[in-house]
T-cell receptor
Framework: DQQVKQNSPSLSVQEGRISILNCDYT??????FLWYKKYPAEGPTFLIS?????DKNEDGRFTVFLNKSAKHLSLHIVPSQPGDSAVYFC????????????FGSGTRLQVQP | DGGITQSPKYLFRKEGQNVTLSCEQN?????MYWYRQDPGQGLRLIYY???????QKGDIAEGYSVSREKKESFPLTVTSAQKNPTAFYLC??????????FGSGTRLTVV
């Protein structure tokens, strides 16, 4: 039973346009959400996070939106750059010591020059 | 520089052998984790440890074992009981209230 779902395995956008990556979750106990970026044969790197007390968090070109009623979050990248091409993982946790994260299956973003 | 180090980067194992993957961190993080990534799938939690000398099974612990004798180290042993061990293994650490820091991973291949 996948508690965190990324239903789009891949996404292709033109350089300069907006990239929107989506994530859905089923566990109502999740209260902290993160996005990670991953290149092949490397570990994921943290991108941006949001806690359940907010509905939006912004960091430069990256914005995460959280819709708690729909159990849905999205990552917006504006403007998209070729260097953004990677696999993006959504992750979630509930407030437990150690905060073991539950990850989605990832979305491969390709930004075309 | 603080960070988390996984070794080796590539590992080959014969069927029936146990192998141990190393994970060391100098971030003074309390919690450490092991995840497995298979092609087209997300990261699945194998084991995690919140403090020294304590660890919990994740979603796919069967065929794996861990130890946490030191805060800095969280080695993962892939035993012969793991039927499909070929995968990319990721170690991570965290401290309360923060996200994970990941290592660069170990690719294990059964030959």
């Amino acid at each position: 039973d996948q508690q965190v779902k990324q239903n789009s395995p891949s996404l292709s956008v033109q350089e300069g346009r907006i990239s929107i990556l989506n994530c859905d979750y089923t566990n109502s106990m999740f209260d902290y959400f993160l996005w990670y970026k991953k290149y092949p044969a490397e570990g994921p790197t943290f991108l941006i996070s949001i806690s359940s007390i907010k509905d939006k968090n912004e960091d430069g070109r990256f914005t995460v939106f959280l819709n708690k009623s729909a159990k849905h979050l999205s990552l917006h990248i504006v403007p998209s750059q070729p260097g953004d091409s990677a696999v993006y993982f959504c992750a979630a946790s509930s407030f437990t010591p150690g905060r073991a994260l539950t990850f989605g299956s990832g979305t491969r973003l390709q930004v075309q020059p | 520089d603080g960070g988390i180090t996984q070794s080796p980067k590539y590992l080959f194992r014969k069927e029936g052998q146990n192998v141990t993957l190393s994970c060391e961190q100098n971030l003074n993080h309390d919690a450490m984790y092991w995840y497995r990534q298979d092609p087209g799938q997300g990261l699945r939690l194998i084991y995690y440890s919140q403090i020294v000398n304590d660890f919990q099974k994740g979603d796919i612990a069967e065929g794996y074992s861990v130890s946490r004798e030191k805060k800095e180290s969280f080695p993962l042993t892939v035993t012969s009981a793991q039927k499909n061990p070929t995968a990319f293994y990721l170690c991570a650490s965290s401290t309360r209230g923060e996200g994970y820091t990941f290592g660069s991973g170990t690719r294990l291949t059964v030959v």
